[in-house]
């Protein structure tokens, strides 16, 4: 089987494997092409399963692939019979995540 772990960042858990990438919530502090690690919850590496306590020592290595603005999320607000209608709007910035490495591997 596959090495993998669980990860957590903003609020979200991941499960990833070498060379996945994924998008996530804007970690203040970096830019495109740093590395960042990310704290893991759980890792199975071929082999035996890890789960922590809330979370293992080791970390997530990943690279920053991209920083961009996501889809709008439309919000939309009514209270019936009262002609009371408010729609706005809201773009969450992201990052675009290369995972390089997990523990074990």
Known sequence: MQAYAIIQTGGQQFTVKPG????VERIPGKAEGEEVELPVLAAHDGNEFKVGTPLLEEKVKATVVREFRDKKVIVFKKHRRQTYRKKNGHRQNVFSLR???????
């Not at 996945?20 to 998008?23: N, Y």
């Not at 995972?99 to 591997?105: R, S, T, V």
């Open 20 to 23: 996945d990438e994924i998008k």
């Open 99 to 105: 995972i390089d490495a997990i523990p074990g591997k």
